[in-house]
């Protein structure tokens, strides 16, 4: 059984930053790929970050240089520090372990960008 509990979303100003946390209840922890993927309102779900087991990470365009994932394999922890919030980057974030057609999913945290 997986379980995986988001938090760390809020309502923050255009500029700002947020450290989203995603605290993972899995097996192995430290061999699995870990994501965190976002949905806006009216938009398909979209790769924000992924970290592997050799803590090689990827990133989605729209957020290269501004969001940064990390992990924590000690206390089955992924992170998600997210630096020059913009408008568009309002969504819920989804924390992933294993990928989005047959991983496991949270509930989600929601992130507003509002001035």
């Known amino acids: 059984q997986v379980l995986l509990v988001e938090s760390g979303g809020g309502l923050v100003q255009p500029g700002g930053s947020l450290r989203l946390s995603c605290a993972a209840e899995i097996d192995s922890f430290s061999i699995r790929s870990m994501y965190w993927y976002r949905q806006a309102p009216g938009k398909p779900r979209e790769l924000v970050a992924g970290i592997f087991s050799d803590k090689e990470t990827t990133y989605g365009d729209s957020v290269k240089g501004r969001f940064t994932i990390s992990r924590d394999n000690r206390r089955n922890m992924v992170y998600l520090q997210m630096n020059d919030l913009k408008l568009e980057d309002t969504a819920v974030y989804y924390c992933?372990?294993?990928?989005?057609?047959?991983?496991?999913w949270g509930n989600g945290t929601e992130v507003t960008v509002s001035s």
């Open positions: 992933n372990a294993g990928g989005p057609v047959l991983g496991d």
